[in-house]
């Protein structure tokens, strides 16, 4: 339903239309958790293209975000610039589920301890709820979101921190609810190294395949200290990064569980800092495999339509490999292609993208309408008519009612 130029054609996905003067990024909403036993705030920002009821056909994956309020708008931002902006789809569009914290010790600790990071027991009185948090995520949390949203059954947990310590704890104990994990900067000092101490056995005997973790370190040595160094340094000072460093250790030990994992070591970045560069590195690896790298050679007027088509959906058969369900080419993304062939007077390759459109989802007036927008464009009234009146059985549209009757009325 719109016509782009070749070279603005992938950037399309961006322009959804905003119905007011605000710039939203998601909103808030309370449900009453019976397992926490209090109300629990989140946050939830949702693709542009869920806004836009030409796709309403669309699902997505969904990444949770624990200490949602601190993260909120980086990650949300993130996954804009990597799956809208620009032509990009270094991952697929999602959708942010931010939990803010109302007890931020009690839910993101695994064990109860006595002693904290300081060496004294300020602050961790109600440690130890981790495990009813993470009930609360798969009974209540996750059953919500997909009751409510178009979403898709692959899910990334995202923490820091405490956050980090329950995204492994998580991983370790609980590793089917979610795909892909990152942990960043996890607390693995925690309760004596208590979740560090099981990690290496649970590695050994466990498989996790089709599991996907990256692991963010950041630099909080003290002077004259190096990676080195630091792991046979036996002080308080060093037991955080000491205890990362030993969980990468661990991953590095088993290397036949069918985990799919990579650490980073952030020398310039500190433990406040690294969150950042963690989500940018830990996004581009967990769907490394998601970007189609040949949207240039699509163009190639030596390469045919049929080519076009079958190097797409063979991408997407890799992708669906690796998420685990079939994922279709998203309808926004053949839509663009197909506009910017039709620009480009490339009619074969333009038919062909519409027309995987209309395979793929035939429950949406959108493909239908595109369709008619082609044989407008090829001079064929009849065809255009008849695609048309399909998109307005579908849905009615007052777009492609007033396109269809400006074709009856020249006819």
Same mark, same amino acid.
């Given at each position: 339903m719109r016509f782009i130029t070749a070279l603005l054609f992938l950037m399309s996905?961006?322009?959804?239309a905003q119905t007011n003067t605000d710039i939203v990024i998601g909103k808030s909403e309370v449900i009453y958790s019976k397992l926490l036993k209090e109300n629990r705030t989140i946050w939830v920002h949702l693709p542009r293209s869920a806004n836009d009821p030409l796709f309403k056909s669309q699902r997505y994956p969904v990444l949770y975000l624990l200490d949602g309020d601190a993260h909120f708008s980086s990650v949300t931002g993130m996954i804009q610039q990597f799956s809208e902006i620009n032509g990009n789809?270094?991952?697929?569009?999602?959708?942010v589920v931010g939990i803010p914290n109302t007890d931020r010790t009690r839910d993101l600790t695994p064990s109860h301890t006595n002693i904290n990071f300081s060496g004294d027991s300020t602050g961790v009185n109600t440690s130890g709820g981790g495990e009813i948090f993470t009930s609360f995520i798969e009974k209540e949390l996750i059953p919500h979101m997909d009751s409510l949203y178009p979403?898709?059954?692959?899910?990334?947990?995202?923490?820091?921190?405490?956050?980090?310590?329950?995204?492994?704890?998580?991983?370790?104990?609980?590793?089917?609810?979610?795909n892909a994990y990152l942990a960043i900067d996890?607390?693995?000092w925690w309760d004596k190294q208590r979740?560090?101490?099981?990690?290496?056995?649970? /590695?050994?005997? $466990?498989?996790? %395949? #089709?599991?996907?973790?990256f692991l963010g370190i950041a630099n909080t040595m003290s002077p004259g200290m190096d990676t080195a160094k630091v792991?046979?340094?036996t002080t308080g000072n060093s037991i955080h990064i000491r205890s990362i460093?030993?969980?990468?250790?661990? /991953?590095?030990? $088993?290397?036949? %569980? #069918?985990l799919r994992w990579e650490y980073k070591y952030y020398n310039e970045e500190d433990h406040g800092s690294v969150p950042l560069m963690s989500e940018y590195d830990g996004l581009k690896f967990i769907f490394n495999f998601y970007h189609f790298k040949d949207n240039n050679k699509l163009f190639d007027r030596s390469f045919s339509a049929a080519l076009a088509v079958g190097s797409l959906s063979d991408h997407y058969k890799r992708v669906s490999l690796e998420m685990g369900y079939k994922v279709l080419p998203p309808e926004p993304y053949i839509n663009s292609l197909g506009y910017g062939f039709l620009q480009n007077k490339m009619n074969e390759k333009a038919f062909a993208f519409f027309k995987m459109n209309i395979d793929n989802y035939p429950g949406s007036e959108n493909?239908?309408?595109?369709?008619?927008?082609?044989?407008?464009?090829?001079?064929?009234k009849q065809k255009a008519i008849e695609y048309f009146t399909k998109a307005l059985t579908v849905n009615e549209n007052s777009d492609t009612r007033g396109k269809l009757n400006k074709l009856i009325q020249s006819k």
């Open positions: 996905i961006q322009g959804y789809s270094l991952c697929p569009e999602m959708i979403t898709a059954p692959y899910r990334v947990f995202v923490g820091h921190s405490l956050g980090g310590l329950t995204v492994m704890n998580t991983l370790l104990h609980h590793p089917q609810l979610f996890p607390s693995m979740l560090l101490h099981q990690t290496e056995p649970i /590695l050994m005997q $466990e498989k996790f %395949n #089709g599991k996907t973790l792991r046979k340094d460093l030993l969980l990468a250790d661990a /991953l590095k030990k $088993e290397n036949s %569980n #069918g493909v239908y309408d595109s369709m008619g927008d082609f044989y407008v464009a090829t001079n064929d």
